[in-house]
């Protein structure tokens, strides 16, 4: 067994492509339409879904906003420099909810953002600790 993908439904599907590829430099994987349904399914990731995990973005045509559940947690994302994919995103436009540094209780350098929807995805700094 492996992982195959998280689904996050939201509220409007270009935004949060744009937030997806553009601003955290994923992949625009696949895309349909489901008419009858009314709504569209797209994979965004880093690698090939034969390859790795992905997101699912899920939009029903029509909702615009749906609210995040307490029991949602985030999405974790490796990066070589956690402080400068903050300024990266920033700059970008989007959300950093938790500037990057150690975490409480450790020496683990982390950071939180926002995607257009709420949904929080946490930045991990790849060697682990504060330099």
Known sequence: MRLLHTMLRVGDLERSLAFYTQVLGMRLLR??????????????????????AVIELTHNW?????????????????VEDAYATCDRVRAQGGNVVREAGPMKHGTTVIAFVEDPDGYKIEFIQKDGRAD
Do not use: C, M, S
């Not at 895309?31 to 990731?45: H, I, S």
């Not at 307490?70 to 999405?75: K, N, P």
């Open 62 to 78: 029509d909702t615009t906003q749906y609210e995040i559940g307490t029991g949602y947690g985030h999405i974790a994302l490796e």
């Open 31 to 52: 895309r349909k339409d489901y008419p009858e349904g009314r709504f569209t399914l797209a994979f965004v990731g880093y690698e090939d879904e034969d390859q790795g």
